[in-house]
């Protein structure tokens, strides 16, 4: 049963474009998201987060938007860079993030230059 | 500031092997989750340890567990391998407890069983 939903393994765009990574999850529980960028061997880093009482937030080229009714979420990149090229994973956690993180299964985003 | 350290970074045992990996957090974080990686699960919560006292666990079997020391250094252990056991294991430390704080991960270590 997976409770986070990354249905995109792998989307490819254009440097200067907008990247959009979508994730959907199912446990209404669910009130605290955050996304991370892992490149080859190494782990993953910390990009932005966003609790369920905000419905966006943006941390310079990244904007995460949260859509409670339809309990999706999304990553903007704008615009992408080349060095953005990573997987992305979403993640989840109840009670305003002290239970335990529930992972997708990530998107691996290519920027061509 | 150093970063999250993991020893070591690749290991290959056998089935019915056990295991132990460690993991240092960045100086002052009290707290240290980890995580596995495989291609077909992704990345999966394994526990969280916060003062020494495990605060969370994922639904993994007995076989996996883990500890946390004084100067909140950890470890984990894996008894009786399995195959499936194969994965990239991360550990991740932050500030305070839960995951509503930024978390470091650190470069994971490799698990083969063969």
């Known amino acids: 049963d997976q409770q986070v939903k990354q249905n995109s393994p792998s989307l490819s765009v254009q440097e200067g474009r907008i990247s959009i990574l979508n994730c959907d999850y199912t446990?209404?529980?669910?009130?605290?998201f955050l996304w991370y960028k892992k490149y080859p061997a190494e782990g993953p880093t910390f990009l932005i987060s966003i609790s369920s009482i905000k419905d966006k937030n943006e941390d310079g080229r990244f904007t995460v938007f949260l859509n409670k009714s339809a309990k999706h979420l999304s990553l903007h990149i704008v615009p992408s860079q080349p060095g953005d090229s990573a997987v992305y994973f979403c993640?989840?956690?109840?009670?305003?993030?002290?239970?335990?993180?529930?992972f997708g299964k990530g998107t691996k985003l290519t920027v061509n230059p | 500031k150093a970063g999250v350290t993991q020893t070591p970074r690749y290991l290959i045992k056998t089935r019915g092997q056990q295991v132990t990996l460690s993991c240092s957090p960045i100086s002052g974080h009290r707290s240290v989750s980890w995580y596995q990686q495989t291609p077909g699960q992704g990345l999966q919560f394994l526990f969280e340890y916060f003062s020494e006292t495990q605060r969370n666990k994922g639904n993994f079997p007995g076989r996996f567990s883990g500890r946390q020391f004084s100067n909140s250094r950890s470890e984990m252990n894996v008894s009786t391998l399995e195959l499936g056991d194969s994965a990239l294991y991360l550990c991740a430390s932050s500030l305070r407890a839960g995951f509503g704080n930024e978390q470091f991960f650190g470069p994971g270590t490799r698990l083969t069983v063969l």
């Open positions: 446990n209404s529980m669910f009130d605290y």
């Open positions: 993640a989840a956690s109840a009670k305003g993030g002290s239970e335990k993180l529930v």
